[in-house]
């Protein structure tokens, strides 16, 4: 592997590059994400961008509805945006199993576990959890809401 961790992130991107300096490890890490690709006309990166900015739009939604008006439809939000996710981060290590490691073959295994497996790893963890806790959250309105109208059809 190449020393790029001896480049300074801020030879490139701009003034404002050091805010994304994690980022320019994770492409040089995995090179789906890298500027190549990118200008190379590959469309998976700018539709993972477009269905991103969707969840996001999502997420905010739930934020809104959870804190703000305090809806009862937020958990729906917050389950749709976190399914987006997991099944987004799914189909990313999916991919790279699939073809062989074709966007992260290239590193060390150090860097590979520590820069690619773990955090997509914890990234799966976490947005099952909150899957796990907002599809409960939504079961269990759905049987107070069934016991409520068989009990209002005995009556």
């Known amino acids: 592997m190449d020393d790029w961790h001896d480049t300074p ?3 490139q991107g ?3 590059h050091w805010i994304w300096a994690p980022y320019a490890i994770y492409q ?3 090179r789906l994400f890298d500027v190549e690709a990118f200008e190379s006309g590959d469309g998976f990166l700018c539709a993972q961008a477009a269905l991103s900015t969707l969840e996001t739009f999502i997420s905010l939604v739930y934020l809104y509805k959870a804190h703000v008006s305090k809806t009862s439809s937020a958990p729906l ?13 799914i189909l990313f290590v999916s991919m790279e199993v699939f073809c062989g490691y ?3 073959g290239h590193n ?3 860097d590979f576990l520590k820069y690619w497996a773990v955090p997509n790893g914890i990234w799966l963890l976490f947005d099952f959890l909150i899957v796990l806790r ?3 959250d ?4 759905l049987w107070v809401a069934a016991r409520a109208e068989a009990s209002a059809k005995k009556k």
């Open 9 to 11: 992130p801020t030879t």
């Open 14 to 16: 701009g003034d404002l």
């Open 28 to 30: 040089k890490i995995d």
């Open 77 to 89: 939000f917050g389950f749709s945006a976190a399914i987006t996710t997991l099944f987004k981060t």
């Open 102 to 104: 074709c966007s992260t």
């Open 108 to 110: 060390s295994r150090q």
């Open 134 to 136: 907002l599809g409960s």
């Open 138 to 141: 939504i079961l269990a309105s």
